[in-house]
């Protein structure tokens, strides 16, 4: 297995699949990782050489921003947020959507107010007499 960022890549898989097990490396990402670097898309992982790993290595870190760098500064922007009291950070505080979605009928989970519904049945009609 290749290892990437202390993430294990899956050797049955595709290069660009397999690259977008990385947090912070989607589907366009990963394409444009092996095209840049001359990698034949169709090829598997475990059919990779050496330094064909190195420069996988080698690019993503210089390149871009992956798994624990991107996962620290999300957090820093949302603590930022909340440290600022801005509407936003508000939401995120009380664990309520950020971005508009309407939490009057759905958001049942994040808010906290989940109740199944029971079902009743009807009355049977009065018997005749």
């Known amino acids: 297995m290749v290892r990437i960022l202390?993430?294990?890549?899956?050797?049955?898989?595709?290069v660009p699949f397999s690259l977008m097990h990385l947090y912070g490396i989607g589907?366009?990402?990963?394409?444009?990782i092996v095209h840049d670097l001359k990698i034949d898309s169709f090829k598997k992982v475990k059919?990779?050489?050496e330094?064909?790993?190195d420069k996988i290595r080698a690019y993503i870190d210089a390149n871009f921003k992956v798994e624990g760098?991107?996962?620290e500064e999300k957090l820093f922007n949302i603590k930022r947020?909340?440290?600022?009291k801005c509407y936003r950070g508000i939401r995120h505080l009380k664990g309520l959507p950020t971005r508009g979605q309407q939490t009057k009928t759905n958001n049942r989970t994040v808010r906290g107010n989940v109740r199944k519904t029971v079902a009743t049945a009807k009355k049977p009609p009065p018997a005749p007499k």
């Open 51 to 53: 330094d064909e790993k």
């Open 69 to 71: 760098k991107l996962r």
């Open 47 to 49: 059919d990779l050489t």
């Open 81 to 84: 947020l909340k440290d600022i």
């Open 27 to 32: 589907r366009t990402r990963a394409f444009k």
């Open 6 to 14: 202390g993430v294990e890549l899956p050797d049955e898989k595709r």
